[in-house]
C-alpha cells in the first residue's frame, strides 16, 4: 500500500474517532451548539435517563416556523429513548388531531396536544377550545393562554402594537371566565402562556374559584412570565405545577440560535435553586426544544436531567418533576 493511502485511512479513523468522542448526537451541529453558553464539551451519556419521562412541551413540524422533526419523527424518536408520553404543542394550530394521528403511526408511547389561545384560533375563545376537544378524541388535554400574541409578550419583546390581555385592569375578561368553566368541566390542563406575571395570579385564582384541578404556569422563569420566586412560590401555593424547560439554558446573548438571543438564559444553578426553594413536588420538567439546531428533544431532556443530577438534584426529585407530577396531570397513573 503506497504512503499516501496509508496516511488517508489514517486520518479518516482520526475524523471518526473524534466525531464519535465529540459529536455523540444525532447532528453535529446540535453537539456544538448545545452547550455555546456553557461552553462544556458534551459527553455521551452513560445511561439513559429519561426512561419513563414525560416531556411536556416540545414543537414539531408542520409549523409556521422551521423545526428539526415532524410529530411522527418526534414520536418516534422519544419512544426509542423509552418515553412515556409527549405533549406536543404549537403556537398557531391546534395540535390535538395531530396527536390522535400520530398515534395509528407511533401506537407505543402516549402523544397529547392542546391548542394555543393566539389570534391564529381567535385569541381567547370557546370555540376553539371545544373544537380542540371534539378533535382530540381524549388527547386534547392542554389549553395554553396567549404566548406570541400576549401583550406581555410583546412588551417584554419590545414588538409594536396591543396583544391580548386576559385580565385589564385587573379583571378577567368574560371570554376567559367561558374558557376556564369549560376547562373545569372537562378536567382539562390549564397552562399560562406568556401572560405578564399579574395575570398569571389572576387567572389561577380565577381557574381555582371555577373548578379547574390542573394548572401549569409555563416556563415559570423565562422572561415571560418572568416570575420572581415570591411569585411562584404563590402559584405552588395555590396548587399549580411550576414548569422548568431546557431551552432556557441555551438562551442569552450569545446564543448560537438568533431566535434565542432576545432571551435572558435560566442556567441550570438558578432552576435547582428555585426546585430548593420551593420544593421538586411542584414542578414538571420540559424542553420546549423543536428549533432547527437546537438539540434534539429526546437528547435536550436527557441533558437536562444530567445536569440536574449534577447539581445535586436527587433521582426522586428527577421522578417527582419528570414522571409523577406530569402523569397525574395528563390523568396516566403515576406507577412506574
Ligand atoms: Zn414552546
Not at 473524534?18 to 458534551?42: D, G, M, Q, V
Not at 439513559?48 to 419523527?73: C, K, M, Q
Not at 447539581?311 to 421522578?319: A, F
Request: aromatic content about 6%.
Amino acid at each position: 500500500m503506497s504512503f499516501s493511502k496509508i496516511c488517508i485511512r489514517k486520518l479518516v479513523l482520526l475524523v471518526s474517532v473524534f466525531c464519535l468522542t465529540f459529536f455523540p448526537y444525532t447532528n453535529p451541529l446540535l453537539a456544538l451548539s448545545n452547550y455555546s453558553n456553557s461552553r462544556e464539551i458534551i459527553q455521551p451519556p452513560a445511561k439513559n435517563l429519561i426512561e419513563g419521562a414525560i416531556e411536556f412541551h416540545v414543537h414539531s413540524a408542520p409549523d409556521v416556523t422551521s423545526r428539526s422533526l415532524d410529530d411522527f419523527e418526534l414520536a418516534e424518536r422519544a419512544n426509542q429513548a423509552g418515553m412515556r408520553a409527549i405533549v406536543l404543542k404549537n403556537h398557531v394550530t391546534n395540535t390535538a388531531d395531530r396527536a390522535v394521528l400520530v398515534h395509528k403511526i407511533v401506537p407505543d408511547i402516549e402523544v397529547f396536544g392542546g391548542v394555543v389561545l393566539n389570534r391564529a384560533v381567535g385569541g381567547i375563545n370557546l370555540q376553539a377550545v371545544e373544537a380542540m376537544y371534539g378533535l382530540g378524541k381524549g388527547y386534547g388535554k392542554v389549553v395554553w393562554l396567549p404566548t406570541i400574541d400576549a401583550d406581555y409578550h410583546l412588551k417584554v419583546f419590545h414588538k409594536p402594537g396591543t396583544g391580548i390581555k386576559v385580565a385589564p385592569a385587573g379583571k378577567i375578561l368574560p371570554e376567559m371566565d367561558a374558557v376556564l368553566q369549560f376547562i373545569a368541566q372537562k378536567n382539562l390542563i390549564l397552562e399560562t402562556g406568556h401572560i405578564s406575571p399579574e395575570e398569571v395570579i389572576l387567572v389561577i385564582q380565577r381557574a381555582k374559584e371555577l373548578g379547574v384541578k390542573k394548572i401549569v404556569v409555563t416556563h415559570a422563569m423565562a422572561d415571560v412570565p418572568g416570575l420572581s420566586l415570591e411569585s411562584m412560590q404563590e402559584c405552588a401555593a395555590l396548587g399549580a405545577f411550576l414548569e422548568l424547560v431546557f431551552v432556557n439554558n441555551l438562551m442569552g446573548k450569545d446564543s448560537v440560535i438568533a431566535a434565542h438571543r432576545n432571551w435572558h438564559r435560566v442556567s441550570i444553578k438558578q432552576m435547582v435553586e428555585a426546585i430548593r426553594a420551593i420544593g421538586a413536588e411542584h414542578f414538571i420538567l420540559s424542553t420546549d426544544l423543536g428549533r432547527q439546531f437546537d438539540p434534539l428533544p429526546a437528547d435536550g431532556y436527557q441533558l437536562f436531567v444530567e445536569e440536574l443530577i449534577k447539581q445535586g438534584i436527587s433521582q426522586q426529585e428527577i421522578d417527582l418533576m419528570s414522571k409523577d407530577n406530569p402523569a397525574q396531570l395528563l390523568g396516566l397513573d403515576s406507577i412506574q
